[in-house]
């Protein structure tokens, strides 16, 4: 258990008037000898700091000082005995910072000692019998006690059980945001395997039917065709081996065309069905390959997503900009014109910056000063072609 503020000045408050009080009551009382009263009443009170500190060593100290207060108080005092007033305070309060503090075994130990021992010591090791007086008092004492002593250990092991079920909460969290990113690269990594297998495909093709297709040939050239169909089939099969275990058997998806630029205008419709107006600018003539295609298809697609889900009924906007051999794709919106009602687990920008690097871009984002999110993906276009001076598209509303 974490010391909160009130314990840190509780406990030294109860110690003191503990201490003072036990004090004046064995010396003046009970009169003990004033050494023997006062160092008995500093010792005993000094223990509800050392078992809140230190449980063990507390509670050994205040079974002590009971047993010894019980011992010394004459026999034939009228006063509440073996366990006094303060006494039974002090040690009460012992118990159920025991109960907090320490193990239960140990808790209830130490409770059980100090009814035994003080039950010896108010006997004086059974030289006298023990008149009912004292048998009440100790029967109160241990009741009351027992009581207390039970409410802490239970409130103990909730508190435990709570900070254990906190844990776990947040393993269990932390674990599912790990799946999310796995299960996130596994699909990009499904994607490409797709992509690129496909192209390795219509290599391996045309080199193996270049012979047939241009009859005549040099016998080097076929050679080298021959070569070149040798690698890419190797080159699929070791691609097959390492990424087959990321395919399942049963995503029928997997075998459909990925979507590219192409689809862009598609992907914006549907979003503006949902209730998003969207504008969408590109620029004409750009036909990049269909990995960068696929990068930028599903960047755009998780943006608008975002937005669909944390800014309903807002202006969203789609912009493609390319300038020299890179690719910029913006994507923003404004503040939203109503309440989002999904909650997210936040995996969406971890899975577009993933894209992003698979192509060996980037992507920054963050929220836009007046309101609203901007995502912008920078994108190599490594030599993808882009017909120069045509002007852009219009803005597509």
């Not at 008149?131 to 109160?140: H, K, S």
């Not at 050679?223 to 190797?234: K, W």
Request: aromatic content about 6%; proline content about 5%.
């Amino acid at each position: 258990m974490l010391r909160t503020r009130w314990e840190l000045v509780l406990l030294p408050f109860v110690t003191l008037v503990m201490l003072v009080l036990g004090a004046a009551l064995n010396t003046a009382l009970y009169e003990m000898n004033v050494v023997v009263g006062f160092a008995l009443a500093v010792a005993h009170a000094g223990s509800i700091l050392l078992t809140y500190n230190r449980p063990l060593p507390g509670i050994l100290l205040s079974v002590v000082c009971v047993t010894l207060i019980a011992w010394v108080i004459a026999p034939e005092s009228t006063l509440p005995r073996p366990f006094t007033v303060v006494a039974l305070l002090t040690q009460l309060a012992v118990t159920v910072i025991s109960g907090f503090r320490a193990p239960w075994y140990l808790a209830a130990a130490g409770w059980l000692a100090s009814v035994v021992l003080v039950s010896i010591g108010a006997s004086h090791l059974g030289s006298q019998d023990v008149p009912q007086a004292e048998i009440t008092n100790m029967v109160v004492f241990a009741s009351i006690s027992f009581g207390a002593l039970l409410a802490s250990i239970i409130a103990r092991q909730w508190q435990l059980i709570r900070q254990q079920l906190t844990v776990e909460r947040t393993v269990s969290a932390a674990e599912a945001a790990r799946r999310e990113l796995v299960e996130e690269r596994a699909g990009i990594a499904r994607e490409l395997h797709d992509v690129v297998a496909h192209g390795m495909s219509l290599v391996t093709v045309q080199a193996t039917t270049a012979r047939y297709r241009y009859p005549g040939m040099d016998e080097r050239i076929v050679a080298e065709f021959d070569e070149i169909a040798g690698h890419s089939r190797r080159a699929m099969a070791e691609m097959r081996q390492m990424l087959g275990v990321l395919r399942s058997e049963s995503a029928g998806r997997e075998t459909l065309p990925q979507p590219g630029l192409d689809d862009l205008e598609a992907l914006v419709g549907s979003i503006r069905r949902a209730g998003i107006e969207v504008d969408f600018e590109a620029p004409a003539g750009l036909s990049p390959g269909p990995v960068l295609g696929l990068a930028v298809y599903r960047i755009v697609q998780e943006a608008l997503s975002n937005v669909v889900r944390h800014a309903p009924q807002s202006h969203a906007s789609v912009d493609l900009e390319s300038h020299g051999e890179q690719l910029t794709v913006v994507v923003e919106n404004g503040a939203a014109k109503a309440a989002a009602t999904v909650s997210s687990g936040g995996h969406g920008l971890v899975g577009m910056q993933e894209r992003a690097q698979a192509v060996g871009g980037r992507l920054d984002y963050g929220p836009l000063p007046g309101g609203g999110f901007r995502v912008v993906a920078t994108l190599p276009l490594e030599g993808e072609t882009t017909t120069p001076g045509r002007p852009k598209t219009g803005k597509n509303r």
